[in-house]
């Protein structure tokens, strides 16, 4: 069994910076991939980055490249999502989830744990 809980969401300003942490209590496959969706207000459930946890690959969404970045720290067990340059429209709950990669993108669905989300608001 493995427990996803994730923290540092908040309100910050546009053009801020955030540091979400995903803490995982349990083992993880070096099968697995650690994914970081999100959902806006009104809107469905979106890949924004995902690391493969044999190697520390990584993915990105393309409306995240270049200010978001996935990184892992093996000794707790956990992956964090350093956001730079934030904008409104990235205000959503911000979820990490466990699982095997299927092949066909990274597709809620295909997760099997999920943490509860944290909030993160960008104001204007």
């Known amino acids: 069994q493995l427990v996803l809980e994730e923290s540092g969401g908040g309100l910050v300003q546009a053009g801020g910076s955030l540091r979400l942490s995903c803490a995982a209590s349990?083992?993880?496959?070096?099968?697995?991939?650690m994914v970081w969706f999100r959902q806006p207000p009104g809107r469905e459930r979106e890949f924004v980055a995902a690391?493969?946890?044999?190697?520390?690959?990584?993915s990105y969404a393309d409306f995240v490249k270049g200010r978001f970045t996935i990184s892992r720290d093996n000794a707790k067990n956990s992956a964090d999502l350093q956001m730079i340059s934030l904008k409104p429209e990235d205000t959503a709950v911000y979820y990490c989830?466990?699982?095997?990669?299927?092949?066909?993108?990274?597709?809620?669905?295909?997760?099997?744990?999920w943490g509860p989300g944290t909030q993160v608001t960008v104001s204007s």
């Open positions: 989830a466990v699982g095997s990669y299927r092949g066909r993108g990274y597709v809620p669905a295909d997760y099997r744990y």
């Open positions: 349990g083992r993880i496959f070096s099968t697995y991939h």
């Open positions: 690391m493969r946890w044999s190697d520390g690959g990584t």
